[in-house]
Every structure is written in structure tokens, then in C-alpha cells.
């Protein structure tokens, strides 16, 4: 996942900061993430649970559209130290990929650990299979240089689940 310093840190601190589980969205262009849209989420939220404003996801992306940016995928803090993606993360991220237009074929699921980290988690699909993989996280500052993108996290190629 290639993400714009800015923006790496402005989830980070939205997200990292709240009494309970907390999220948004993110687009961009190019395959570089350049936009975040914070949600507290609908209902309350807990410590356990992220419920997402999909009106607000959807309004926002609509108007991503007007600007060509892309969406790229939806993150959430996790108030334990779980590094890992829950079983019902899975399961929501499934129902997200599989109503997402064929011609998306992966989409970004990061999550917010309190101690401010992001983890990053790509989702893949083929016509057969979702995958779920741990993906490297390289910020990009702005007008960078190729030469100067700084690896945040290491990366795990092998799938971590497989879906479907």
C-alpha cells in the first residue's frame, strides 16, 4: 500500500485517539492513497465494534468520483494489540469485495492499533477466490522522489485466509 505522509498520519491520529473503534475510508489516484475520510461510525461504536456511516461512505465517494479519486478501501482502529484482521472483519470485508464492480480487483483494509501503528491488509479477488494478504506499507512524502519512499512495515506475501 503506497500512502502520502500527510495522510498516513492524519489516520493515524484520527484514529488512534478514540474511546472506541473508530474508522474511514480511503481513495486516491494512481494506486497512491492521497485521500481519508474519518468516521466515529453509527450507533454508539464499542471497543469491540466499528459500525461504518455507509451514507456518509457513499456520499464521500461520490464526490471522490467528481474529482477521479478512487476509492480504495475502508480502516479501523483495534483497541487490543491484535494485529490480525477479526472474524468478522473477514466476513464484512467479503460482503464489500464481493459487491464491489468486477472491474475492482483488490481493495485496502487497514487497521489502527492504539499504539499508533497501521497494519495494512490487501484483499485481492479473482473470479475463483478472495485473498487476504499482509501488505507493506510505503510512505510517499509529498513530491518525493521514487528514491526517497520510506517502508513503514515488513511485508508478507502468503495469503493469510482464503475466502469463499
Same mark, same amino acid.
Given at each position: 500500500m503506497k500512502i502520502i505522509e500527510d495522510i498516513y498520519y492524519k489516520i493515524i491520529d484520527k484514529c488512534s485517539?478514540?474511546?472506541? %473503534?473508530?474508522?474511514?475510508?480511503?481513495?486516491?489516484?494512481?494506486?497512491?492513497?492521497? %485521500?481519508? %475520510?474519518?468516521?466515529?461510525?453509527i450507533g454508539g461504536g464499542s471497543k469491540q465494534h466499528y459500525f461504518p456511516d455507509i451514507e456518509k461512505f457513499n456520499s464521500c465517494i461520490k464526490n471522490w468520483q467528481k474529482e477521479n479519486i478512487e476509492f480504495y478501501g475502508i480502516v479501523h482502529s483495534h483497541f487490543q494489540d491484535t494485529k490480525e484482521?477479526?472474524?468478522?472483519d473477514t466476513l464484512y470485508i467479503q460482503e464489500i469485495m464481493l459487491a464491489m464492480p468486477e472491474y475492482i480487483r483488490y481493495l485496502y483494509?487497514?487497521?489502527?492499533?492504539?499504539?499508533? %501503528?497501521?497494519?495494512?491488509?490487501?484483499?485481492?479477488?479473482?473470479?475463483?477466490?478472495?485473498?487476504?494478504?499482509?501488505?507493506?506499507?510505503?510512505?510517499i512524502m509529498k513530491g518525493a522522489k521514487k528514491s526517497e519512499k520510506r517502508n513503514k512495515t515488513?511485508?508478507?506475501?502468503?495469503?493469510?485466509r482464503t475466502l469463499l
Open positions: 485517539c478514540s474511546l472506541i %473503534e473508530v474508522g474511514g475510508i480511503i481513495g486516491g489516484k494512481n494506486n497512491i492513497i492521497t %485521500e481519508f %475520510e474519518f468516521d466515529k461510525g484482521l477479526s472474524f468478522g483494509f487497514p487497521i489502527i492499533l492504539p499504539q499508533k %501503528e497501521l497494519v495494512s491488509f490487501k484483499v485481492m479477488r479473482n473470479e475463483i477466490e478472495i485473498n487476504i494478504i499482509n501488505d507493506n506499507v510505503k510512505i515488513d511485508s508478507n506475501k502468503n495469503p493469510l
